[in-house]
């Protein structure tokens, strides 16, 4: 009858919350918890056992703990590419369905500059044998091929 | 205006909320209190904020703050201009200027409190440069060093546990009403602090002359440092909600009424509480059972049929 759902509602107002930590990078709030919690690929990391249980709560609404789906807010939302000076490489989810950390997981682990922006990624060259990808060691044939589909996507992109 | 305003100041200033500062403060409270670390924290009450500010140093910090002279001068023909009298025996006395004070409900007056505000975060800054106050670090790297946080006139002080942490804050309240007329309740201000022992915490605040308080304590509206998962935590929105419907006796109102009240008043008592903590399904169920029994014509311990879902 149009009586307001408190749950869906308490879901939805911390879902700014974390809509709000993907832009406001800047502010006081996002440096305390930056601080305490670290943050890898632009991603605060989950606070487990000495995490205050607000944050806890906060994380699992961020990855979708409890709704069946994993990573349902980064899932949900894409970044899309200007000049590529604020987008990460490896950890947004930039090009194809998901960040290519997840779609290329063998390669990422690889990678040796996993920060990387993909204005650099650009500049060095990403085409083939381009000077951009720098690995940990020499890949198999069949990781050969996994940079071939990467670049694939990446191909028709300009920044 | 976000330009000049330091990022302590969490009000009107563009893309800054007002759970900003609740998330600082609770996250610094829930730290201490894991990591064991002894932090002290001093909220400051004003008196009377908006009216009692002193016009001259309103003028004195947005010169320090380089506005020009032209703009100045409008701004104290806006706010300095005022005339007031008074009705002694009905008859209105003669009129005469009023020396401080912003008038509340004038659109610029939150700005300009805010410029009033930015001293106290000058002399906070300068006090710590001074290594007269030692701010708490958040992690263990010392890159965040929190001395204070406002909003508007809420203030709340973080600081180390220390006697020179105690005296300065004293004085440094002492200095801003000398300076700016902003007058501190010592009365009603509260002193409260995380792993520190009950008699230092007492002796402490019966040197500043303020209560002592305990945590979980309410900062802007919301209780900092409490446990999500007890029932107590969410007694004062369930409390809320209890004293509406005692005060509508449902008897008198038709469906239609009872459901646009429903609609329009409870459902958004507890919005404030749930944006920024994540409610256990049991307190959400337990609100949503309250609202069912009141739209259905239940009274406190009576139930009725509920006809449709």
């Known amino acids: 009858m149009g009586v307001r759902r408190l749950d869906a509602f308490n879901l939805s107002l911390l879902g700014k919350r974390c809509w709000r930590m993907l832009l406001d990078k800047e502010g006081l709030w996002y440096r305390v918890l930056k601080v305490r919690y670290g943050e890898v690929g632009r991603r605060l990391q989950e606070g487990g056992r000495s995490g205050s249980s607000w944050w806890n709560n906060l994380c699992h609404i961020r990855s979708g703990v409890g709704e069946g789906v994993d990573n349902r807010f980064d899932e949900n939302t894409r970044r899309v590419v200007g000049d590529g000076h604020n987008t990460l490489f490896w950890f947004d989810n930039w090009v194809g369905e998901r960040p290519l950390c997840l779609q290329f997981p063998r390669l990422f682990n690889l990678a040796v500059n996993k920060e990387c922006l993909v204005e650099e990624m650009a500049r060095w060259g990403w085409k083939d044998g381009g000077r951009a990808w720098v690995w940990r060691r020499r890949l198999f044939a069949w990781e050969e091929e996994n940079v071939r589909e990467c670049t694939l996507l990446s191909h028709n992109i300009v920044l | ?309």
């Not at chain 2, 706010?79 to 509340?104: C, D, I, W, Y």
């Not at chain 2, 800054?125 to 708490?136: D, I, K, M, Q």
């Not at chain 2, 409490?226 to 005060?247: Q, T």
């Open chain 2, 1 to 309: 205006m976000g330009s000049v305003i330091s990022d302590s100041q969490l009000a009107f200033v563009k893309g800054k909320q007002i759970l900003d500062g609740t998330l600082i403060a609770n996250e610094v409270v829930d730290e201490a209190k894991r990591l064991n670390k002894e932090v002290l924290l001093f909220k400051v009450d004003f008196e009377k904020a908006y009216d009692s500010i002193e016009l001259l140093y309103l003028d004195t910090v947005m010169a320090q703050m380089n506005f020009p002279t032209l703009w100045r001068k409008w701004i104290s023909e806006c706010v300095g201009t005022t005339m007031a009298s008074v009705l002694v025996n009905g008859s209105p006395t003669k009129e005469f200027h009023l020396e401080r004070g912003l008038r509340q409900g004038d659109h610029p007056s939150p700005f300009l409190f805010l410029l009033a505000a930015e001293g106290f975060n000058v002399l906070m800054n300068s006090l710590v440069t001074a290594n007269l106050f030692n701010g708490y670090d958040v992690g263990s790297t010392g890159e965040v060093k929190l001395t204070h946080l406002q909003f508007a006139d809420d203030t709340l002080i973080i600081g180390k546990k220390s006697w020179l942490n105690v005296r300065s804050m004293r004085a440094v309240l002492l200095l801003f009403e000398e300076i700016s007329g902003l007058k501190v309740n010592f009365n009603k201000s509260m002193l409260t602090g995380v792993n520190i022992y009950d008699t230092w915490l007492a002796e402490a605040a019966s040197v500043m002359h303020c209560r002592r308080g305990f945590i979980p304590f309410v900062y802007l509206g919301l209780p900092i440092g409490g446990n999500l998962r007890k029932l107590s935590f969410w007694k004062p929105v369930v409390d809320s909600i209890m004293a509406h419907l005692s005060l509508w006796n449902n008897k008198f109102l038709s469906y239609g009424g009872r459901l646009i009240l429903l609609k329009s008043v409870m459902s958004s008592l507890p919005v404030y509480f749930l944006s920024f903590f994540r409610a256990p399904t049991c307190i959400i169920s337990f609100i949503e059972s309250i609202f069912k029994r009141f739209f259905w014509g239940g009274g406190e311990d009576n139930r009725k049929i509920a006809w449709i879902k």
